[in-house]
């Protein structure tokens, strides 16, 4: 796949700071403090709502900062390409944004991203924050169970949750309704070809005449490859 870029590892700083100088951007800014953490927050923030944060991993945009704004997420907290953000950036994205109305985090259902933000989440806590998490799992591919991976419909409950913490809702009713959305999506990956990994020696897994059912957003295995056919055979 060809692309637009300089260098691998200045990709996500500098696809941030053209986000900013954006006209879409003109509202955002990035918290500072330290070159590794990349946060993209709402300027206009006041901490008298309950914050509501997301992220992940780059190279899924316009997720995650592309969603911030109002009535939408508080802040992004992104992490190298198709990494998780580390403890460090989720904890300090917690803390620039919460207020005593709390703050809720939609995580999507991989390992990187469940452990790094359920540790800042702890850690929050420890510190006095009122934090809560609601893990997202809406790929049935797999199965509707643990393994699910959270996918298309997480941007369903960023709106869901950001317009009741918009409306001055508490934590437990915008985290509520979270859940409960969370809980109603069902959405089916299928792939026509492989996750582009920024590596021009990547083999690929599929042959042209190949789909793929649930393969992972970051190249993760899927559940059953299938023929590529017409529309109506398919």
């Known amino acids: 796949m060809k692309r637009f870029f300089n260098k691998r590892d200045t990709i996500v700083a500098e696809g941030l700071e053209g986000l900013l100088r954006s006209s879409y951007g003109a509202k955002l800014c990035r918290l500072t403090g ?25 190279g899924h945009e316009p997720a995650h900062a592309g969603f911030v704004g109002k009535g939408m997420l508080t802040g992004a907290v992104c992490g190298q390409l198709f990494a998780s953000p580390g403890v460090d950036a989720i904890l300090a994205a917690i803390r ?3 207020g005593e109305a709390g703050c809720l985090l939609i995580v999507k259902n991989y390992t990187g991203d469940r452990l790094n933000f359920g540790i800042a989440a702890e850690q929050a806590k420890a510190l006095g924050l009122d934090v809560e998490v609601v893990i997202i799992g809406d ?11 959270g996918i298309a419909g997480t941007v369903l409950v960023h709106k869901i949750a950001g317009a009741a913490a918009e409306s001055g809702k508490s934590l437990v009713e915008v985290a509520a309704l979270a859940r409960k959305a969370a809980a109603s999506l069902s959405s089916i990956g299928l792939a026509l070809s492989d996750c582009s990994v920024y590596n021009p020696e990547q083999e690929p897994r599929l042959r042209d005449d ?25």
């Open 34 to 58: 330290a070159d590794d953490i990349h946060v993209i927050l709402r300027k206009d923030w006041s901490k008298d709502r309950v914050a509501v944060l997301s992220g992940g991993g780059s």
């Open 96 to 98: 620039s944004v919460t």
């Open 139 to 149: 790929d049935i591919a797999l199965g509707r169970n643990s393994k699910a991976r």
């Open 210 to 234: 190949e789909a793929e059912l649930g393969l992972g957003i970051h190249g993760e295995a899927g559940i059953e490859r299938i023929p590529l056919t017409g529309l109506d055979a398919s």
